[in-house]
């Protein structure tokens, strides 16, 4: 019995394995099952004893190339983590992507080469519903540092849309992903991304992330004066075209927002 379980395991990580390549290069609507049995040695029945059929297969191999941050907006319900929290695991999810090539070969299939239509319509569906979650918890997260920094000035509710930002925040990292994949890789996922990001976020921040804080102190020493002294890493101030966000500095300290 274990046997025959261990072989029907594998046989199923056979057709997902040829169905992520097919879907990769020929996109979704352009695979068809026949294509999938064949590149995996099987027959279209042994596929169907598996899955229902295409739909089934790409929810399977979706699931299999999860990102890092999925896990921390599931478990973000309970409390909402900070902002601080958030940027680094948005960080974290980038590096994971950046080094992983099943995961840009799945969001390159669900971002470019899968067509949300006809039998597809569920998947987009889910992944509409996915996103719609994620959104919510972000603006949680920044409704609860708003909140907290709006008591802190004694002012009443937050003068910013946390639903607003979070829309920001979710389509920035997106875009990032979407361009990174079709330019083919053509700039650093993590560098850059880590970058914009934290401008976005710099109002909600105490500390400024340390790429910030080395980006602009480079920036400030190569437009010093020849004979000038370095600012001190506390004092530096944003330079035009640097990456250093303009609303935070490096010297504040407490509990990120």
């Known amino acids: 019995m274990r046997r025959t379980k261990d072989e029907a395991e594998r046989t199923r990580e056979a057709i997902l394995d040829a169905a992520e390549t097919l879907f990769y290069e020929n996109g979704v609507a352009g695979t068809s099952l026949a294509q999938i049995a064949s590149a995996a040695g099987l027959t279209r029945g042994a596929i169907y004893w598996h899955f229902s059929g295409k739909l089934d297969l790409l929810r399977d191999v979706a699931d299999r190339a999860r990102l890092p941050q999925e896990s921390f907006f599931r478990t973000a319900n309970a409390e909402p983590p900070s902002v601080r929290e958030l940027y680094d695991n948005t960080v974290e999810a980038l590096a994971f992507l950046a080094s992983d090539e099943r995961a840009q070969r799945v969001m390159t299939i669900l971002m470019f080469r899968c067509e949300y239509v006809g039998e597809m319509q569920p998947a987009m569906e889910r992944r509409t519903s996915a996103d719609e979650e994620m959104r919510a918890v972000i603006a949680r997260i920044f409704h609860h540092s708003l909140s907290r920094r709006a008591m802190e000035r004694g002012e009443g509710q937050p003068a910013c849309d946390p639903r607003a930002i979070a829309s920001g925040y979710f389509c920035a990292v997106s875009g990032l992903i979407g361009e990174w994949l079709k330019s083919n890789r053509a700039f650093d996922l993590v560098d850059v991304g880590s970058r ?26 190569h437009t010093l004066a ?16 640097s990456c250093c966000p303009p609303a935070a500095t490096s010297s504040r300290r407490g509990r990120t927002g």
């Open 226 to 241: 020849p004979h000038a002294q370095p600012a001190s890493q506390s004092s530096i101030a944003p330079v035009a075209g």
């Open 196 to 221: 914009v990001l934290a401008r976005l976020v710099a109002d909600h921040l105490d500390t400024l992330p340390e790429v910030v804080l080395a980006s602009c102190r480079h920036a400030s020493r």
